[in-house]
């Protein structure tokens, strides 16, 4: 097997750094060889707050995906996440003198004319996403390569963030000489094996909950209409249960994965959890009802904000949408599909990494979702085959803001 | 300060008021126009302040005397008189109203600089601050209240008794610092009277104030990050409450080196928090050395009834609104706005040389008779409770205490849902 068919995705999260070694296969499908895995520190929110433990934590984990798959690692896909995020819709336009033939070159000058617009100074573009090519008002054409026109114009998902947060968790990982194809936004990345090529074309709404924050991503016909960043996740449920039953964390947390459940209250069985006695903690009872409560108020909330965010990027975009697809760490909490699907009004599945094989308890496991999705966005960004899908061209007009960034 | 020190007075009251003077005395040496009145001995000779007026105690007769004379000849030529003292013990809340009584039959803008008692001192207290409150907020132009529960809100209740009232103090001289600061504003960009007496001049308004210092290369986040978790921008559970208020005064104050981008920066944070009805007046002064830290000051208010008509001592101050309106727009579109008249906290000011930025002058005009908030009674009768049941330990961001906070729509996520939404719960019982 040649040495450009292994994809490494590298996901360093808020509860722990996952590192995906996986083979690309010649059936397209992605193959897993092996995962490793530190849990994570210094890192809040999706973002790096200490470089050195960081690193080191990092350092373990690559290490660890060596040892398990016997392939040396060179180079690696890397996620990113946090609050810094943004993205908007933006259509470039290009007028065509005497109707010629349409070329690359245009197809690239149409996007760098929708990246002219304003983002904050210390922003940078992380993604710049085809959505659509329209060509002298005909509109959604699906290779506008060759076809005669005066004008083309063409919309496009743009995400950016912070420039300097982007470059620590570059940093990070170039100081353990190894080398980045490229920096991939998380959502998009868990999306690729979590949403199906027709959930993506019927409008799906992917949320990923991580430990620190939950991402979330808006397919409408194909193509990613909205994304976003909330720094909230798992960590908060953990903290809320904390604050309101007055338990140490990591008491909060056992109890979260032990107990858990985000369904609402008022159908509760009720009754009382009895903690034991353990040598760093004082036994007690804690009321189940109360322990319900705290987290169904702040799963429901993270889904109400999530709505309102997609129902103010655009109208009647929800309406468009016809499946919430829940992955992540947090999707394994108890209840909560149900929680999402009283928000959202439509039906709720739980998913974790589909259309890949290897080891199954790996991919499935939520939470390595967009570990996973790095390997397979790796693979459509470099195959070159024909591209059969949207999705599958799009990917060649992402930034390659690493490679930019070292020019 | 580009103006005369002596034509604006700063009144320190009571024991309350002539401790924060003397902290004031301490933290900027060269400032004039100090002048601690009380009617303890021991504690006006222990003060370092220099003018001194002292009010005999027991004899009401005798004692409106000597605020008339003493007092009246003290306050004479000067164009402003900020008063600042703790409500609720009989001193502070007798000298209080009866100096701005007499300031303001001098035909002087009096403002008042006041902390409420905190509610372990008592019931009693509380009440009588209450009732001096409304005075002083009927008599001054502008009241700035501290509600010293408020405060504790912010640091946790295992914080000593004499650390609670260091803190209000602390808080108390901010407050002076900002009245004062904000008062004295030149130059281009600057918050007039009017806006002050705007935004506390209404009776039962509830004021909203944060301070932040930091110095360093991120000194502006810094310090608005500071004045942004001040206990008294945040109401528990409901995150900010700058989104409450139609007007914001911010006050930066620091080297000359403060930029136009980090004005714009911190201008446009504070947009995003308060919301596009706001509006935000921005007063810089930009005179310290390179290298002295930079403070942030933010005044806002929300609630509280509409004022009775314009007196015919305030009509300068209309007239100042008017050709001196530093809106944000105004930072925005002009920076070469000519240099104002020297006297800034003075009657005149030169008439505005650019007309485009003056968006917000309409509703700024007579303010007087702006009508009440879009939150009207409502938000006073709640913002009332709020301050007298505040419990200690509600406002908690647990393990994220530390960390930068997720701030969606305003609301400061990092605090428990079940908190904000005010839920009740079973706390565990102890084995």
């Known amino acids: 097997m040649a040495n450009e068919q292994i994809f490494v995705g590298l996901e360093i999260g808020t509860t722990k750094i996952s590192v995906i070694v996986a083979e690309a296969r010649a059936d397209d499908q992605i193959s897993i060889l092996g995962v490793g895995e530190t849990p994570s520190r210094g890192v ?31 180079n690696v896909w890397v996620a990113i996440t946090g609050a810094h995020l943004a993205s908007f819709n933006n259509r470039g336009s290009l007028a065509l003198p005497g109707e010629r033939q349409i070329e690359t070159e245009d197809l690239e000058a149409v996007e760098v004319n929708a990246k002219e617009v304003a983002i904050p100074t210390p922003n940078t573009f992380l993604h710049t996403i085809l959505q659509a090519y329209h060509v002298d008002g005909n509109q959604n054409v699906i290779d506008p390569l060759k076809s005669e026109g005066a004008l083309l114009e063409a919309d496009f998902h743009i995400v950016h963030g912070i420039k300097t947060r982007i470059h620590n968790t570059l940093r990070c990982i170039e100081s ?220 060649h007009g992402l930034g390659n803001l690493f490679k930019k960034r070292s020019r | 300060m580009s103006t005369s020190p002596s034509r604006r007075i700063l009144v320190g009251v009571g024991n309350a008021g002539v401790t924060v003077l003397d902290l004031l005395s301490v933290e900027c040496p060269g400032m004039t126009g100090l002048l601690a009145v009380n009617n303890d001995r021991d504690s006006l000779n222990a003060s370092i302040v220099r003018e001194k007026i002292e009010v005999p105690e027991g004899d009401p007769g005798e004692g409106f005397r000597v ?97 609670a009232f260091v803190l209000s103090d602390r808080t108390l001289l901010a407050a002076l610092l900002a009245l004062t600061g904000m008062l004295s504003t030149s130059g281009p960009v600057k918050i007039t009277r009017a806006d002050i007496h705007n935004v506390l001049g209404k009776p039962g308004v509830l004021t909203h104030f ?84 930079l403070e942030l000051y933010l005044l806002a208010s929300s609630g509280g009834t509409v004022r009775k008509p314009a007196k015919p001592s305030e009509s300068n101050e209309t007239g100042e609104t008017n050709s001196s309106n530093s809106s944000i727009s105004r930072i925005g579109t002009t920076g070469t706005i000519g240099t104002k008249s020297p006297q800034s906290t003075g009657g005149y000011e030169m008439p505005p040389e650019h007309s485009e930025g003056e968006k917000g002058t309409g509703e700024l005009f007579p303010n007087q008779t702006k009508p009440a908030s879009k939150f009207g009674k409502k938000a006073a009768t709640a913002s009332k409770q709020m301050q007298g049941t505040l419990a200690l330990d509600t406002y908690q961001r647990g393990r994220f205490d530390k960390s930068e906070p997720t701030i969606v729509e305003g609301e400061d996520l990092d605090v428990p849902t079940f908190l904000r939404k005010g839920i009740k719960l079973n706390t565990p019982t102890r084995k």
């Open chain 2, 67 to 163: 605020i008339d004379e003493e007092f009246g000849r003290t306050v004479e030529g000067a164009s402003a008189v900020i008063l600042c003292g703790g409500l609720g013990g009989e001193t502070g809340s007798f000298l209080l109203t009866a100096l701005a009584i007499r300031a303001k039959s001098a035909g002087l803008t009096t403002m008042a600089c006041v902390g409420m008692p905190f509610s372990f001192e008592g019931k009693h207290k509380r009440d009588l601050a209450e009732r001096s409150l409304e005075k002083l907020q009927e008599i001054c132009d502008a009241v700035l209240v501290i509600g010293n529960d408020q405060l504790s809100g912010g640091s946790p209740s295992i914080a000593a008794v004499g650390e």
């Open chain 1, 176 to 395: 353990l000489k190894i080398g980045i194809e490229d920096v991939v936004l998380s959502s998009l990345a868990s999306a690729q094996v979590v949403l199906s090529q027709d959930q993506k074309n019927y409008g799906a709404l992917m949320i990923d909950i991580g430990g620190g924050t939950t991402d979330y991503l808006v397919y409408i016909d194909g193509a990613i209409r909205h994304s976003g960043v909330l720094a909230l996740g798992g960590d908060h449920i953990t903290n809320d249960i904390s604050v309101g039953l007055r338990l140490p964390i990591a008491r909060a947390e056992l109890l979260k994965i032990e107990e858990g459940s985000a369904s609402d209250p008022a159908v509760s069985q009720g009754g009382i959890i009895s903690l034991k006695n353990d040598p760093r903690f004082l036994g007690c009872d804690v009321d189940r009802i109360s322990l319900e409560t705290i987290i169904h108020l702040r799963v429901k909330e993270i889904f109400e904000l999530i709505r309102r965010d997609i129902e103010s990027s655009g109208e009647g975009m929800m309406d468009l949408i016809r499946g919430v697809m829940i992955t992540g760490g947090c999707s394994k909490l108890k209840g909560i599909a149900q929680v999402a699907e009283e928000v959202f009004d439509i039906p709720v599945e739980l998913t974790r990494a589909r259309n890949v094989s290897g080891a199954t308890q790996i991919f499935e496991d939520p939470q390595y979702s967009t570990a996973i999705g790095l390997t397979k966005y790796a693979r459509l960004v470099t195959k070159n085959i024909a591209p059969e899908s949207m999705i599958d061209r799009l990917a």
């Open chain 2, 210 to 293: 944060g301070f932040g210092k930091a110095e360093g290369s991120n000194r502006l986040h810094e310090s608005l990050e500071r004045a942004l978790k001040s206990p008294l921008l945040t109401m528990p559970g409901k995150g900010s409450t700058l989104k409450e208020s139609s007007m914001i005064l911010l006050l930066l104050r620091g080297a000359k080196d403060i930029s136009f981008a980090e004005v714009q920066a911190v201008v446009g944070k504070i947009e995003q928090i308060a919301g596009d009805n706001c509006q935000i007046k921005v007063g810089v002064h930009a005179d310290g050395p390179l290298g002295s830290p």
């Open chain 1, 44 to 74: 809040r929110k999706g973002e790096i707050v200490d470089m050195e433990t960081v690193t080191e934590c990092v350092r373990e984990a690559i290490l660890d995906a060596e040892d398990k798959t016997n392939v040396e690692i060179g």
